[in-house]
């Protein structure tokens, strides 16, 4: 069974940086491309980052100059380094792997930039 875990999120001030991370398990991990998602309250879910198994990343939206997507293989781990925060960048994280057709989603992590 393809279990996704994201950790690091929290409560961040203006300026703050967080690192998300997201262990994936149940599927090998080097053949995913691995994604962020975003939601924040009354928007709908959009891509954040990611990153294919060949290392060939894709940054959407308003963090594309903050936000860096990184992956250890060797660790089954994918990460978001965000910095920067903006308090437009408070949402719920989501981790997402993509293998053909076969998708993926964790539960989330709630990213709050607040002072």
């Known amino acids: 069974q393809v279990q996704l875990v994201e950790s690091g999120g929290g409560l961040v001030p203006p300026g703050g940086s967080l690192r998300l991370s997201c262990v994936l398990s149940?599927?090998?991990?080097?053949?995913?491309?691995m994604n962020w998602y975003r939601q924040a309250p009354g928007k709908q879910r959009e891509l954040v980052a990611g990153?294919?198994?060949?290392?060939?990343?894709n940054y959407a939206g308003s963090g594309k100059d903050r936000f860096s997507i990184s992956r250890d293989n060797a660790k089954n781990t994918v990460y978001l380094q965000m910095n920067s925060l903006k308090p437009e960048d408070t949402a719920v994280y989501y981790c997402?792997?993509?293998?053909?057709?076969?998708?993926?989603w964790g539960q989330g992590t709630q990213v709050t930039v607040s002072s």
């Open positions: 997402n792997r993509v293998r053909g057709p076969l998708s993926s």
């Open positions: 149940g599927s090998i991990f080097s053949v995913n491309t």
């Open positions: 990153l294919t198994s060949t290392g060939i990343t």
